[in-house]
């Protein structure tokens, strides 16, 4: 039930993605880009998240965007420091 509830979350968030920036540009996102280059070619994340535990002193955005009609087997990650990308991952999911 929670897997099924899970890939309607998906697509749904799928489907919603396709109207931001051309996701073709998201296999173009480097290292050392600032946050709002990134939003300029891509857009807001589909999803984003904070990593601050551990009494860090910096906080680490991890931003998702999901596939989309564009892009469709291709889940980007986009890691962010102190409003950089530090880190990129592209991930195919079936």
Same mark, same amino acid.
């Given at each position: %039930?929670?897997?099924?509830?899970?890939?309607?979350?998906? %697509? %749904?968030?799928?489907?919603?993605?396709?109207?931001?920036?051309?996701?073709? $540009? *998201?296999?173009?996102?480097?290292?050392?880009?600032?946050?709002? $280059?990134?939003? @300029? +070619?891509? =857009?807001?994340?589909?999803? $984003?998240?904070?990593?601050?535990?551990?009494?860090? #002193? #910096?906080? /680490? +955005? *991890?931003?998702?965007?999901?596939? #989309?009609? *564009?892009?469709?087997?291709?889940?980007? #990650? /986009? @890691?962010?420091?102190? =409003? +950089?990308?530090? $880190? /990129?991952? *592209?991930? @195919?999911?079936?």
């Amino acid at each position: %039930m929670r897997a099924i509830a899970l890939a309607a979350f998906l %697509m %749904m968030c799928a489907i919603s993605s396709a109207f931001a920036a051309d996701a073709a $540009e *998201r296999r173009f996102i480097r290292e050392g880009m600032s946050e709002g $280059e990134v939003l @300029v +070619k891509i =857009g807001k994340p589909d999803s $984003e998240s904070f990593d601050t535990g551990g009494g860090a #002193t #910096t906080t /680490v +955005k *991890r931003w998702i965007y999901l596939p #989309t009609p *564009r892009d469709q087997q291709t889940m980007t #990650t /986009v @890691v962010l420091q102190n =409003g +950089k990308v530090i $880190e /990129v991952e *592209r991930k @195919v999911v079936k």
